[in-house]
């Protein structure tokens, strides 16, 4: 499971997943907690790139066991 934070603490959401990535970025105003950005930027969220959730996701699909990883081709 790959977890995308952006204002959120990610000890408030824990998942305890053993197999979760978390992505998300360090900022000095967060984790902020806060459902719409004080500051008006939204750096965290804006700053959480593809690559980065793609890198997790590739990570977590290089670890996992062959016979776990199962692709639905229905759609």
């Known amino acids: ?12 959401t824990a998942t305890s997943y053993q197999a979760e990535r978390i992505v998300r970025i360090d900022i000095e105003c967060g984790p902020c907690q806060q459902r719409i950005c004080p500051l008006g930027h939204l750096d965290c969220m804006k700053g959480v790139t593809v690559d980065a959730v793609f890198a997790a996701a ?3 699909l290089d670890a996992a066991p062959i016979d776990t990883v199962h692709h639905d081709v229905t759609g």
Request: no cysteine.
């Open 1 to 12: 499971m790959v977890t995308i934070f952006g204002p959120t603490h990610p000890k408030w």
């Open 58 to 60: 590739v990570e977590l």
